[in-house]
């Protein structure tokens, strides 16, 4: 079963672009299907309130959860103290099964990363380009799988790639996604130098077109069992993981919830 791994959803409200407005599906549900991809993870787009954009994005999972895997969105700053709430209700409420935050809303925070490692979740963390936090990251929580998609940098920079791709050798906890690296040589040194155990298919849809996205992997010419980690089994492996081993809804709090 091939699954994407990087897609957004829902409507945003800070209109000033598509990444903050709405992010359709229609188009990328029938794209993603002619090109054999079966299951899709959904995160929001850019929203002032994440709690907000979470429910939406929960509905549309719960509208066709064979299809759909949710990852909650945090916002550093704006969620502070309400971070281990607002994964509670992701996870026990919403059937979520990982965390997605992007520094263009700031940098990951110990209290996100103390609830990923509380609830055993993988966090896709857009770091734009700013691989040296995640280092730091791997060290302090070894326990927390952080997935840097679009190989470090969504901008083509291929010194981030470079640094990433070091981080993903040095660091069991640390992968990337493919989504949006234009860089086809550096997409192969990843999978030389990570390994297929270390690289998730994802096209960050729907601005992004998944068949296109997938091309790129299945180019590069992998084994069958390179192809089955990559295409949804390192998701799996990692997003599984959180069912095993989240706390009980009792270690949260109903006041919390």
């Known amino acids: 079963m091939i699954i994407d791994c990087h897609c957004h959803a829902g409507k945003g409200d800070g209109l000033t672009g598509p990444w903050d407005t709405f992010a359709p599906l229609d188009g990328y549900l029938r794209r993603a299907a002619r090109a054999g991809i079966r299951r899709t993870v959904l995160f929001p787009v850019f929203h002032s309130d994440y709690a907000v954009a979470n429910r939406n994005v929960a509905e549309i999972v719960m509208g066709n959860p064979e299809r759909l895997l949710g990852f909650a969105s945090l916002h550093p700053e704006r969620d502070r103290g309400r971070v281990r709430s607002m994964v509670g209700t992701a996870v026990f409420e919403y059937g979520f099964r990982g965390v997605k935050v992007h520094a ?86 990843a999978f030389k130098r990570g390994g297929a155990g270390k690289v998730l298919f994802g096209s960050d849809g729907p601005a992004l077109h998944p068949g296109v996205e997938l091309s790129k992997v299945l180019a590069l010419g992998l084994s069958k069992p390179e192809l089955d980690l990559v295409l949804g089994g390192n998701l799996m492996r990692l997003a599984g993981a959180a069912s095993e081993r989240r706390p009980v809804p009792a270690a949260i709090g109903a006041a919390q919830l």
């Open 104 to 189: 263009h809303d700031g940098r990951i925070t110990r209290e996100i990363c103390d609830a990923l490692r509380e609830f055993a979740l993988p966090v896709i963390y857009d770091v734009i380009g700013e691989v040296s936090q995640v280092e730091l990251l791997a060290q302090e929580y070894p326990d927390v799988s952080f997935i840097i998609p679009h190989l470090g940098s969504f901008s083509d920079d291929w010194k981030a790639h470079k640094a990433l791709i070091d981080l993903m050798r040095r660091y069991p906890n640390v992968y990337t996604d493919t989504s949006g690296v234009r860089r086809f040589d550096l997409l192969v040194e």
